[in-house]
């Protein structure tokens, strides 16, 4: 099926360091988004792509699309203490399927 | 971007009992959809919503547990039928365009908790 295989399922890192987390899927997809939870909300929208081999920036984040359209990575530079929560890649072809997720805590 | 006040925030509820959560969308979006969230997990899809149709359920959810109504291209509502404690999850409702960048968004969430 459309399984989304998210990693790593958790990071623990310093404030200022880099973070790098990826999606992978045995399906082929045709839009890979990234989105972030907070406590107590909704999954907010980072960044949508849409073609393989894009790749995005919004601000300190980089995704990109996989060549093959079965991958995703997300990375963030730079870490502040507001990038705290939960990331979660998701591939579209009809409808949306979430990864896991990656819990990210920054240390300051 | 459109917003959705999704309501209630959380409710503790009795066994047995049925809640029904509320998704307002201040601009009018073809696509409405709820899912449930485990603490701690991922999302997973409920139904999707159709304006003035019987929504449509994924594997494992049916209308009689989790009816939903959509009565215009701005409002839905889930119900969470005759509940049980494994019934206890944050439910979201969502709403897309067609268009191009006009991708998923979600309401806050609604933390329901069956005891």
């Known amino acids: 099926g459309q399984q989304l295989n998210q990693s790593p399922q958790s990071m623990f890192i310093q404030e200022g360091e880099d973070v790098s987390m990826n999606c992978t899927s045995s399906?082929?997809?045709?839009?890979w988004l990234w989105y972030k939870q907070d406590p107590g909300e909704g999954p907010v929208l980072l960044i949508a792509l849409y073609k393989a081999g894009e790749l995005t920036s919004n601000g300190r984040l980089t995704a990109q699309f996989g060549i093959t359209r079965k991958d995703s990575f997300l990375n963030i530079s730079a870490s502040i203490p507001s990038d705290v929560g939960i990331y979660f890649c998701?591939?579209?072809?009809?409808?949306?399927?979430f990864g896991a997720g990656t819990r990210l805590t920054v240390k300051p | 971007s459109a917003v959705i006040s999704q309501k209630p925030s959380r409710d503790i509820c009795q066994r047995g009992t049925s809640l029904t959560i509320q998704c307002q969308v201040d601009s009018q979006v073809t696509m409405m959809f709820w899912y449930r969230q485990q603490p701690g997990q991922s999302l997973t899809l409920i139904a999707t919503?159709?304006?003035?149709?019987?929504?449509?359920?994924e594997s494992g959810f049916v209308i009689d547990k989790f009816p939903i109504s959509r009565p215009n291209l701005t409002f839905s509502t889930l119900t969470v039928s005759n509940m049980s404690p494994e019934d206890s999850s944050i439910y979201l409702c969502s709403g897309e365009g067609t268009e191009k960048n006009t991708e998923a968004f979600f309401g806050q969430g609604t933390r329901l908790t069956v005891v």
């Open positions: 919503a159709n304006q003035g149709s019987e929504a449509t359920y």
């Open positions: 399906s082929i997809f045709n839009t």
């Open positions: 998701a591939g579209r072809r009809r409808d949306m399927r």
